[in-house]
């Protein structure tokens, strides 16, 4: 029935570890550091556009600010919805934007906040674990 499956969608959540670790850090006032992340960014992109043109999801999360990621991305975007996250202190990406006369549809993007990292952490104290001090 069509009313059960308006909140059942898959949804493909496809992260870009380098790019939200160390935006995090930034975002909490740290500084970046260079690293291996073509590694991650190839297998990300790679999942994306599998996923997304094999019908395997019907919608996609991708938390990165990498322009390299700007064609898989415009590529899902031609069969599915998909939201980009943007976990940096700063503007998002050009390339990662909605293209002039791109139809827009439901895609979406959003800039990670402290905040957004702060709600989310779980609490001191998780039945007998406790979070290490200074954490």
Same mark, same amino acid.
């Not at 949804?11 to 260079?34: E, R």
């Not at 031609?78 to 202190?89: E, F, K, L």
């Given at each position: 029935?069509?009313?059960?499956?308006?909140?059942?969608?898959?949804?493909?959540?496809?992260?870009?570890?380098?790019?939200?670790?160390?935006?995090? +850090?930034?975002? !909490?006032?740290?500084?970046?550091?260079? =690293?291996?992340?073509?590694?991650?960014?190839? /297998?990300? %992109?790679?999942? &994306?556009?599998?996923?997304?043109?094999?019908?395997?999801?019907?919608?996609?999360?991708?938390?990165?600010?990498?322009?390299?990621?700007?064609?898989? +991305?415009?590529? !899902?975007?031609?069969?599915?919805?998909? =939201?980009?996250?943007?976990?940096?202190?700063? /503007?998002? %990406?050009?390339? &990662?934007?909605?293209?002039?006369?791109?139809?827009?549809?439901?895609?979406?993007?959003?800039?990670?906040?402290?905040?957004?990292?702060?709600?989310?952490?779980?609490?001191?104290?998780?039945?007998?674990?406790?979070?290490?001090?200074?954490?």
């Amino acid at each position: 029935m069509l009313a059960d499956r308006l909140f059942a969608v898959i949804v493909g959540v496809y992260v870009d570890g380098f790019n939200l670790y160390y935006g995090g +850090v930034g975002l !909490a006032g740290g500084h970046s550091v260079p =690293g291996w992340r073509w590694i991650d960014l190839r /297998q990300l %992109a790679t999942n &994306l556009l599998l996923d997304a043109l094999s019908g395997s999801v019907e919608a996609a999360l991708v938390i990165s600010n990498d322009s390299d990621l700007a064609l898989p +991305v415009a590529k !899902a975007r031609s069969a599915i919805p998909v =939201g980009v996250i943007n976990p940096t202190t700063g /503007q998002t %990406a050009g390339a &990662l934007k909605l293209a002039a006369g791109q139809p827009v549809g439901l895609h979406w993007g959003r800039r990670l906040t402290l905040q957004d990292l702060t709600s989310a952490q779980l609490p001191g104290q998780v039945g007998k674990l406790r979070k290490p001090a200074g954490w």
